[in-house]
Protein backbone atom coordinates (compact mmCIF):
# COMPACT_ATOMS: atom_id res chain seq x y z
CA UNK A 1 0.00 0.00 0.00
CA UNK A 2 1.37 3.14 -1.00
CA UNK A 3 2.09 6.26 2.52
CA UNK A 4 1.33 9.33 1.14
CA UNK A 5 3.36 12.35 1.65
CA UNK A 6 0.84 13.75 4.24
CA UNK A 7 0.74 10.19 6.12
CA UNK A 8 4.53 10.38 6.03
CA UNK A 9 4.49 13.62 7.36
CA UNK A 10 1.86 12.91 9.91
CA UNK A 11 4.01 9.70 11.39
CA UNK A 12 7.26 11.39 11.59
CA UNK A 13 5.44 14.16 13.39
CA UNK A 14 3.71 11.55 15.39
CA UNK A 15 7.75 9.81 15.80
CA UNK A 16 9.02 12.87 17.19
CA UNK A 17 6.46 13.52 19.63
CA UNK A 18 6.76 10.19 21.03
CA UNK A 19 10.62 10.10 21.41
CA UNK A 20 10.86 14.04 22.75
CA UNK A 21 8.88 12.43 25.71
CA UNK A 22 10.71 9.88 26.17
CA UNK A 23 13.79 11.36 25.75
CA UNK A 24 12.84 13.81 28.19
CA UNK A 25 11.75 11.64 30.71
CA UNK A 26 14.79 9.89 30.90
CA UNK A 27 16.68 13.21 30.81
CA UNK A 28 14.56 14.26 33.86
CA UNK A 29 14.96 10.53 35.54
CA UNK A 30 19.01 11.03 35.09
CA UNK A 31 18.92 14.45 36.78
CA UNK A 32 16.60 13.75 39.18
CA UNK A 33 19.03 11.19 40.42
CA UNK A 34 21.51 13.25 40.48
CA UNK A 35 19.91 15.96 43.03
CA UNK A 36 18.36 13.10 44.97
CA UNK A 37 21.79 11.69 45.21
CA UNK A 38 22.82 14.96 47.05
CA UNK A 39 23.40 13.84 50.83
CA UNK A 40 25.57 11.32 49.14
CA UNK A 41 27.57 13.88 46.72
CA UNK A 42 27.70 16.29 49.57
CA UNK A 43 30.01 13.46 51.79
CA UNK A 44 32.44 13.16 49.05
CA UNK A 45 35.81 15.24 48.26
CA UNK A 46 35.27 18.22 46.37
CA UNK A 47 36.35 17.02 42.86
CA UNK A 48 33.90 14.38 43.24
CA UNK A 49 30.92 16.95 44.09
CA UNK A 50 32.72 18.98 40.97
CA UNK A 51 32.09 16.52 38.81
CA UNK A 52 29.12 15.56 39.77
CA UNK A 53 27.71 18.98 38.85
CA UNK A 54 29.36 19.60 35.80
CA UNK A 55 27.51 15.78 34.53
CA UNK A 56 24.15 17.52 35.49
CA UNK A 57 24.89 20.55 33.76
CA UNK A 58 26.26 18.86 30.24
CA UNK A 59 23.08 16.92 30.38
CA UNK A 60 20.97 20.17 30.97
CA UNK A 61 23.00 21.73 28.32
CA UNK A 62 21.93 18.81 25.71
CA UNK A 63 18.14 18.96 27.12
CA UNK A 64 18.26 23.05 25.72
CA UNK A 65 20.40 22.31 22.33
CA UNK A 66 17.74 18.99 21.68
CA UNK A 67 14.43 21.35 22.75
CA UNK A 68 15.80 24.14 19.76
CA UNK A 69 16.90 21.20 17.57
CA UNK A 70 13.50 19.96 17.50
CA UNK A 71 11.79 22.94 16.20
CA UNK A 72 13.84 24.21 13.40
CA UNK A 73 12.53 23.29 10.25
CA UNK A 74 15.90 22.93 8.26
CA UNK A 75 18.47 20.44 9.62
CA UNK A 76 20.88 22.51 12.11
CA UNK A 77 24.36 20.60 12.40
CA UNK A 78 25.71 23.11 14.97
CA UNK A 79 22.44 22.12 16.72
CA UNK A 80 23.47 18.31 16.39
CA UNK A 81 27.37 19.12 17.26
CA UNK A 82 26.04 20.83 20.56
CA UNK A 83 24.11 17.94 21.36
CA UNK A 84 26.27 15.15 20.71
CA UNK A 85 29.32 16.77 22.41
CA UNK A 86 27.36 17.59 25.78
CA UNK A 87 26.33 13.62 25.80
CA UNK A 88 30.15 12.93 25.39
CA UNK A 89 30.94 15.31 28.02
CA UNK A 90 27.82 14.03 30.34
CA UNK A 91 29.48 10.49 30.19
CA UNK A 92 33.17 11.41 31.06
CA UNK A 93 31.88 13.58 34.25
CA UNK A 94 29.90 10.71 35.34
CA UNK A 95 33.00 8.20 34.67
CA UNK A 96 35.19 10.14 36.54
CA UNK A 97 33.33 9.59 39.60
CA UNK A 98 32.60 5.96 38.43
CA UNK A 99 36.83 4.99 38.14
CA UNK A 100 38.91 8.29 38.88
CA UNK A 101 40.66 9.88 37.10
CA UNK A 102 43.92 8.03 37.81
CA UNK A 103 42.93 4.66 37.04
CA UNK A 104 43.72 2.72 34.19
CA UNK A 105 39.47 1.64 33.61
CA UNK A 106 39.42 5.24 33.59
CA UNK A 107 42.33 6.24 31.36
CA UNK A 108 41.38 3.18 28.82
CA UNK A 109 37.65 4.29 28.03
CA UNK A 110 36.21 6.80 25.40
CA UNK A 111 35.21 9.06 28.70
CA UNK A 112 38.86 9.15 29.19
CA UNK A 113 40.27 9.80 25.80
CA UNK A 114 38.12 13.00 25.77
CA UNK A 115 39.50 13.72 29.23
CA UNK A 116 43.20 13.78 27.96
CA UNK A 117 41.86 15.69 24.11
CA UNK A 118 39.77 18.15 26.12
CA UNK A 119 43.29 18.89 28.44
CA UNK A 120 41.22 18.57 31.62
CA UNK A 121 43.33 19.53 35.14
CA UNK A 122 40.35 18.65 37.37
CA UNK A 123 41.76 15.21 38.87
CA UNK A 124 39.14 12.94 40.90
CA UNK A 125 40.09 10.61 43.23
CA UNK A 126 38.20 7.04 43.66
CA UNK A 127 34.55 7.28 45.07
CA UNK A 128 33.38 6.13 48.06
CA UNK A 129 31.64 2.38 47.31
CA UNK A 130 27.76 4.08 47.74
CA UNK A 131 28.90 7.52 45.27
CA UNK A 132 30.07 4.80 42.64
CA UNK A 133 26.52 3.05 42.92
CA UNK A 134 25.11 5.95 42.34
CA UNK A 135 27.07 6.38 39.61
CA UNK A 136 26.75 3.48 37.90
CA UNK A 137 22.83 3.79 38.02
CA UNK A 138 23.08 7.51 36.49
CA UNK A 139 25.51 5.81 33.62
CA UNK A 140 23.05 3.01 32.62
CA UNK A 141 19.85 5.81 32.74
CA UNK A 142 22.41 8.10 31.10
CA UNK A 143 23.01 5.50 28.43
CA UNK A 144 19.00 4.75 27.87
CA UNK A 145 18.70 8.35 27.20
CA UNK A 146 21.42 8.77 24.71
CA UNK A 147 19.89 6.29 22.90
CA UNK A 148 16.53 7.78 22.78
CA UNK A 149 18.51 11.14 21.84
CA UNK A 150 19.99 9.59 19.01
CA UNK A 151 16.78 8.10 17.47
CA UNK A 152 15.15 11.94 17.93
CA UNK A 153 17.95 13.27 15.96
CA UNK A 154 17.13 10.62 13.36
CA UNK A 155 13.76 11.03 13.00
CA UNK A 156 14.49 14.80 12.89
CA UNK A 157 17.09 14.59 10.01
CA UNK A 158 14.59 12.30 8.17
CA UNK A 159 11.68 14.99 8.93
CA UNK A 160 13.46 17.61 7.45
CA UNK A 161 14.15 16.00 4.03
CA UNK A 162 10.23 17.00 3.66
CA UNK A 163 11.14 20.54 4.33
CA UNK A 164 11.25 23.15 1.21
CA UNK A 165 13.30 25.93 1.19
CA UNK A 166 12.55 29.10 -0.86
CA UNK A 167 13.31 32.95 -1.51
CA UNK A 168 15.10 32.43 2.48
CA UNK A 169 11.86 31.14 4.06
CA UNK A 170 11.51 27.14 5.21
CA UNK A 171 8.32 25.82 4.64
CA UNK A 172 6.85 22.48 5.12
CA UNK A 173 5.88 20.52 1.86
CA UNK A 174 2.53 20.70 2.68
CA UNK A 175 2.19 23.55 3.83
CA UNK A 176 4.45 24.50 0.42
CA UNK A 177 2.57 22.83 -2.20
CA UNK A 178 -1.01 24.80 -0.88
CA UNK A 179 0.94 27.88 -1.41
CA UNK A 180 2.44 27.34 -4.68
CA UNK A 181 -1.00 25.67 -5.80
CA UNK A 182 -3.13 28.98 -4.89
CA UNK A 183 0.22 31.02 -6.19
CA UNK A 184 0.15 29.51 -9.64
CA UNK A 185 -4.12 29.89 -10.11
CA UNK A 186 -3.34 33.70 -9.54
CA UNK A 187 -1.00 33.73 -12.16
CA UNK A 188 -3.43 31.72 -14.32
CA UNK A 189 -6.33 33.89 -13.83
CA UNK A 190 -3.80 36.98 -14.45
CA UNK A 191 -3.03 35.98 -17.58
CA UNK A 192 -6.58 35.20 -18.49
CA UNK A 193 -7.36 38.67 -17.79
CA UNK A 194 -4.64 40.24 -19.61
CA UNK A 195 -5.98 38.14 -22.45
CA UNK A 196 -9.86 38.66 -22.06
CA UNK A 197 -10.23 42.41 -20.92
CA UNK A 198 -7.03 43.48 -21.85
CA UNK A 199 -5.73 44.53 -18.08
CA UNK A 200 -1.70 44.54 -17.49
CA UNK A 201 -0.31 41.35 -16.83
CA UNK A 202 2.34 41.79 -14.09
CA UNK A 203 3.06 38.09 -13.12
CA UNK A 204 6.25 36.25 -13.45
CA UNK A 205 7.34 35.78 -17.06
CA UNK A 206 10.63 34.44 -15.72
CA UNK A 207 11.08 30.33 -15.08
CA UNK A 208 13.04 31.07 -12.06
CA UNK A 209 10.95 33.78 -10.62
CA UNK A 210 7.94 33.54 -8.17
CA UNK A 211 7.02 31.07 -5.51
CA UNK A 212 7.85 27.63 -7.59
CA UNK A 213 10.37 29.30 -10.01
CA UNK A 214 12.53 29.90 -7.12
CA UNK A 215 12.44 26.85 -5.38
CA UNK A 216 14.16 24.43 -8.29
CA UNK A 217 16.87 27.31 -8.40
CA UNK A 218 17.79 27.22 -4.97
CA UNK A 219 17.40 23.69 -4.13
CA UNK A 220 20.38 22.13 -2.22
CA UNK A 221 19.86 18.42 -0.73
CA UNK A 222 19.30 17.87 3.24
CA UNK A 223 21.72 15.80 4.82
Same mark, same amino acid.
Given at each position: ??????????????????????????????????????????????????????????????????????????????????????????????????????????????? &??????? *?????? #?? $????? @??????????????????????????????????????????????????????????????????????? &??????? *?????? #?? $????? @?
Amino acid at each position: MRITIGRKLIGGFMIMALLVLMAGAVGFIVLGNVSHSADIVAKEKTPVRYAVLNAALALERVQSAMANFIHVKTYNAALEEAILLNMDEFFMWIAMVQYGTDSKAFSDSPA &GIRYQDS *GQKVVV #PQ $SSEGM @RRVAEKIYTEGQQFNAHTMELIAAQKNYTHYTVSSQGKAYELDAFLNLAQRDHLEWIKELKDAVNIETKFT &GDTELNQ *GLVGHW #PV $SYTHL @R
